[in-house]
Nanobody
């Protein structure tokens, strides 16, 4: 059974950084990509970025490029989302999801972790 579990969310002051984790289990992810999404209150879910498990190529949304870094630790089956210079508009529930490379859709999703940016 595939499981994606996010962690690391919380209350953060503007200007600070945060690293979220997505721990994956239940399949071999070498031919998959892990994406990060976020959904702010009253808004649609937004793509943040993605990393391909094999090779580690990364892709970022223009809206966060330069402030976000996605990385992975193969030994821990974990993907990280580092967000720097946090702004109140980064407040959202952050989700990770898996996608088979070559397929447009994400098939498994985590439960999400809340990030609140406020002073």
């Amino acid at each position: 059974q595939v499981q994606l579990v996010e962690s690391g969310g919380g209350l953060v002051q503007p200007g600070n950084s945060l690293r979220l984790s997505c721990t994956a289990s239940g399949r071999t992810f070498s031919s998959y990509a892990i994406g990060w999404f976020r959904q702010a209150p009253g808004k649609e879910r937004e793509f943040v970025g993605e990393i391909r498990w094999s090779g580690g190529s990364t892709y970022y949304a223009d809206s966060v490029k330069g402030r976000v870094t996605i990385s992975r630790d193969n030994a821990k089956n974990t993907v990280y989302l580092q967000v720097n210079s946090l702004k109140p508009e980064d407040t959202a529930v952050y989700y990770c999801a898996s996608r088979q490379v070559g397929s447009p859709g994400y098939d498994y999703w985590g439960q999400g972790t809340q990030v609140t940016v406020s002073s």
